[in-house]
């Protein structure tokens, strides 16, 4: 049910956000040591999602979801929160705003005895990514997210 709840929230809200000016990037339906939560990640492109972004998202998403009641009534914390700096590159859109960055690459199975990369982003298509430094297959990404040095 879990994973249903957050598919059904998703497709729900996918559109009433991007009315609002966001992207709804993920739902995660979850128990955490309150009880359950259901976090909606939202991200925009001209800026950084900011608490008052997270703040007025929120007050419309509580409305849109006593509407949808898609926990049968079953209690939950709602959370608004932007994906993050280290939010995981998934779709095309992903990466296309992140070519020319360097990322973080992991794999499934070892290319030339190796399953991390860390190397700049050029490019990418349905089959593969392309590194700076290497070219891989993308079914066999398993993880690719922005690299960040501390």
């Known amino acids: 049910m ?4 957050a598919s059904v929230v998703y497709d729900y809200l996918r559109d009433k956000i991007a009315s609002l000016g966001y992207e709804l990037y993920d739902v995660e339906y979850v128990k955490k040591l309150n009880g359950m939560n259901l976090t909606v990640f939202i991200d925009k492109d ?8 997270c703040q007025a998202v929120h007050e419309r998403v509580d409305v849109w979801l006593d509407e949808l009641n898609p926990t049968h009534d079953a209690p939950y914390y709602l959370n608004v929160s932007s994906v993050g700096l280290d939010r995981p590159i998934k779709t095309d859109k992903d990466y296309m705003r992140n070519i020319g960055k360097v990322v973080d690459v992991r794999l499934y199975t070892p290319v030339d005895g190796t399953k991390e990369y860390t190397s700049t982003l050029m490019s990418f298509s349905p089959d593969e990514v392309t590194l700076e430094s290497k070219t891989l297959e993308r079914k066999n990404v398993a ?8």
């Open 2 to 5: 879990r994973e249903n709840t």
């Open 46 to 53: 001209s800026a950084p999602i900011t608490i008052d972004d």
């Open 143 to 150: 993880l690719c997210r922005l690299h960040i040095d501390f």
